[in-house]
């Protein structure tokens, strides 16, 4: 991998083929694929990605907010974007970008209906939550027979599918009450489909459901962590690749003498002669001040090197002391070797955190394979 001169997210689609390729093969051919993008793609770029989504085969995209749509469709993506959590204000938005949205309670199917009814609109494609147990969005049973009375002879949507979403697919200890949301979901979706004269599909896995739970993958699957080379257990880390590498420079090194102290509040105090490199990236770049005080590290020259003191905003200083370095020299915070995942351990956090962190001020840079 090429050196980089600034701190540096950089890319490798390759790693996002070969992570798609292996969830794919993990469900059936005929399951329809969903690509999850929300968040700048975890944090990466999310318009290169749903490109190579999109190039990919992928069925379907999802962001967050309406807003993020918006930002793929004037990128020029075609496939369906399904909006997970769109909110009233943002319908105009939603309907003139050909979003859909995930409709998740009577108060927004109502303002839904009413945006789409004033827009002359016929068959807009809409998705239905259900809670199943999360407790975050969605209808209950108790709401099927009003959406099916509201929805049924409206010409103006159509519920392309029904869906829903675990609340610990990732946690073995959890396996009790997830199979219980995929029956609750099963129930739900049928009953829903009953009272509609179609059926739409019914999706409800993500990465870690389509690890631990393939029976449930209905007709789609949503995965977000998994094609950016994390799955959330050793045994899955083992068939992906990580798609982003944090990089940074040594800007400075300082030698610091006993009881000198390095940074803010002089967090860090020397009760030895040590080696300090300054590195520009800091809480603003998204490693938040919970990795400082050692927790954290990056690797200088494949050795490991913490953070002294309290993260600033723009930089922190890690100890070198036994590290053979130069300024111009390179510092890994995360990547393949040392995984986002590792590193977000350090501060008692997950891969999702970390990824979705790292700030729009970093620059972003593919890879060349
Ligand atoms: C973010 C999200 C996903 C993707 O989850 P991963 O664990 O990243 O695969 C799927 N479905 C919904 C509703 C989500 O919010």
Request: charged share 20%; glycine share 6%.
């Amino acid at each position: 991998m090429s050196k980089v001169g600034e701190t540096t997210l950089v890319l490798d689609l390759s790693a996002l083929e070969h992570n798609y390729n292996y969830l794919r093969s993990q469900i059936r051919p005929e399951t329809k694929f969903l690509g999850v993008v929300k968040a700048f793609a975890y944090g990466s770029d999310m318009i290169v990605i749903a490109r190579k989504l999109e190039q990919l085969g992928a069925d379907y995209l999802a962001v967050a907010y309406v807003s993020e749509g918006v930002l793929l469709r004037e990128a020029g993506i075609q496939l369906p974007i399904l909006v997970l959590h769109p909110l009233a204000s943002n319908f105009d938005d939603l309907i003139e970008y050909y979003l859909e949205p995930s409709i998740y309670s009577r108060n927004i199917l109502n303002q839904f209906l009413e945006t789409a009814k004033l827009t002359k609109k016929t068959a807009y494609p809409v998705h239905i939550k259900f809670n199943t147990g999360l407790n975050r969005l969605g209808f209950s049973e108790a709401d099927i027979d009003y959406i099916a009375e509201k929805t049924k002879n409206n010409g103006s949507i159509i519920i392309v599918s029904a869906l829903s979403h675990l609340a610990a697919s990732e946690d073995v200890n959890e396996r009790e009450f997830s199979l219980k949301q995929i029956s609750s979901f099963e129930n739900l979706s049928n009953k829903l489909t009953e009272k509609l004269d179609y059926a739409p599909m019914r999706h409800m896995l993500n990465t870690s459901g389509i690890i631990n739970y393939p029976e449930a993958q209905f007709e789609m699957v949503r995965s977000g962590i998994g094609l950016y080379g994390y799955g959330n257990q050793a045994n899955v880390d083992a068939h992906l690749r990580p798609v982003a590498t944090l990089k940074t420079v040594i800007s400075q090194i300082h030698q610091i003498d006993i009881n000198e102290s390095v940074g803010y509040n002089r967090a860090f105090k020397s009760n030895k002669p040590l080696k300090s490199a300054t590195l520009p990236i800091g809480h603003a770049d998204g490693i938040g001040r919970q990795y400082g005080k050692g927790k954290g590290f990056v690797t200088i020259n494949n050795k490991k090197a913490p953070i002294l003191g309290n993260v600033c905003m723009d930089m922190i200083m890690v100890d070198v002391t036994d590290i053979d370095c130069k300024e111009g020299d390179e510092a890994i915070v995360f990547g393949p070797k040392k995984s986002a995942e590792n590193f977000a351990a350090t501060a008692n956090t997950i891969s999702y955190e970390i990824l979705t962190a790292i700030s729009q001020r970093v620059k972003r840079e593919l890879k060349n394979n």
